[in-house]
């Protein structure tokens, strides 16, 4: 059990890691717009993000709330509140 939780642990830093690199880049290209670069890295990071979460929430259910439920949920039922909330981990 507890390998699962480190598991779930790991996949949360990850989706962290990636959401800071994403709101960084999002700050840059607010004074520097024109960066093509910087707007590159910034779609990278994004569809990472969005892949991270899709893993995360097959595996483990959805990572939000707001209605939605989670991107890769759809169907599902009301999951948010099954399972170890993120922060109990």
């Known amino acids: 059990m507890k390998c699962e939780h480190e598991q779930q642990a790991a996949m949360l830093k990850k ?3 990636i959401q ?4 960084e880049l999002n700050l840059y290209l607010d004074t520097h717009p024109c960066d093509e ?3 590159r890295d910034y779609q ?3 569809e990472r993000l969005q ?3 899709c893993e995360y929430e097959q595996v483990y259910g959805p990572i939000l709330n707001f209605g939605h439920g989670g991107c890769c949920n759809a169907g599902k039922g009301w999951q948010w509140a099954s399972g170890p909330w993120p922060w109990e981990l």
């Open 15 to 17: 989706i962290q890691e």
């Open 20 to 23: 800071f690199v994403a709101v």
């Open 37 to 39: 670069e910087a707007l």
């Open 44 to 46: 990278c990071a994004v």
């Open 51 to 53: 892949e991270l979460i």
